[in-house]
C-alpha cells in the first residue's frame, strides 16, 4: 500500500498577515518528514486565477 499527502495552501482573508517564508519552510518541513517515514507521493494543486488560494 502506498500513501501520499494532499497540498492546498488557501490564502488567509483580505487584511490577515501570513509569514510566506515561514509557511514554506514549514511545508518543505512536512515533506522531509514524509520522504523519510516512507510516503511514497506529495501532491500540490494549482488554482490559477483564483483570489482564495495561492
Known amino acids: 500500500m502506498q500513501f501520499g499527502l494532499l497540498?492546498?495552501?488557501?490564502r488567509p482573508f483580505q487584511g490577515t498577515a501570513i509569514d510566506?517564508?515561514?509557511?514554506?519552510?514549514?511545508?518543505l518541513e512536512q515533506c522531509e518528514l514524509a520522504d523519510q517515514v516512507g510516503f511514497n507521493n506529495l501532491w500540490f494543486v494549482e488554482h490559477h486565477f483564483l483570489t482564495g488560494f495561492s
Open 7 to 10: 497540498y492546498e495552501c488557501q
Open 20 to 27: 510566506w517564508n515561514a509557511l514554506y519552510k514549514e511545508t
